[in-house]
Nanobody
Framework: QVQLVESGGGLVQAGGSLRLSCQAS????????MAWFPQAPGQEREFVVS????????VYADSVKGRFTISRDNFKNTVSLQMNSLKPEDTAVYYC??????????????????WGQGAQVTVSS
C-alpha cells in the first residue's frame, strides 16, 4: 500500500518557522527520493526541495535556499521540512511526494498515488 501523510502545517507570522513532517508507507518510501511541492491558490504545484534515498543529495529551489532544510529518517520512513524565515509568498498547501531526482535536475513523479493529502501553511504579513 502506498500512503503519505503530511503534518505540521499551520498559521505563522512572517519571519517565523514551521516544521512539516511526512509519514510514508514502506512501499512509498524505500529506495525513493522524496520531495516537497507547495501549491498556492490558483497555481500549479511547484518543486522546492528534494532529498535522495541516501539523504546525501539535496536539491533546493532558489526561492527557499538558506531558509528551508529537508531531512529524512530511513528507519521511521519520514521526511521533514524545516521552514525558517517564512514569507507571505510561502503560503500554500505543501505536498509530500516520492519519486526520482534525475541527474539532469528534473523531478520524475511515480504517479498520483505517491502524493500526500497536503498540509496548509499560511504566513501572515
Amino acid at each position: 500500500q502506498v500512503q503519505l501523510v503530511e503534518s505540521g502545517g499551520g498559521l505563522v507570522q512572517a519571519g517565523g518557522s514551521l516544521r512539516l513532517s511526512c509519514q510514508a508507507s514502506e512501499r512509498a518510501f524505500r529506495n525513493h527520493d522524496m520531495a516537497w511541492f507547495p501549491q498556492a491558490p490558483g497555481q500549479e504545484r511547484e518543486f522546492v526541495v528534494s532529498i535522495s534515498w541516501s539523504g546525501y543529495y539535496k536539491v533546493y529551489a532558489d526561492s527557499v535556499k538558506g531558509r528551508f532544510t529537508i531531512s529524512r529518517d530511513n528507519f521511521k520512513n519520514t521526511v521533514s521540512l524545516q521552514m525558517n524565515s517564512l514569507k507571505p509568498e510561502d503560503t500554500a498547501v505543501y505536498y509530500c511526494t516520492a519519486g526520482e531526482q534525475t541527474v539532469a535536475g528534473n523531478w520524475m513523479n511515480l504517479g498520483n498515488d505517491y502524493w500526500g493529502q497536503g498540509a496548509q501553511v499560511t504566513v501572515s504579513s
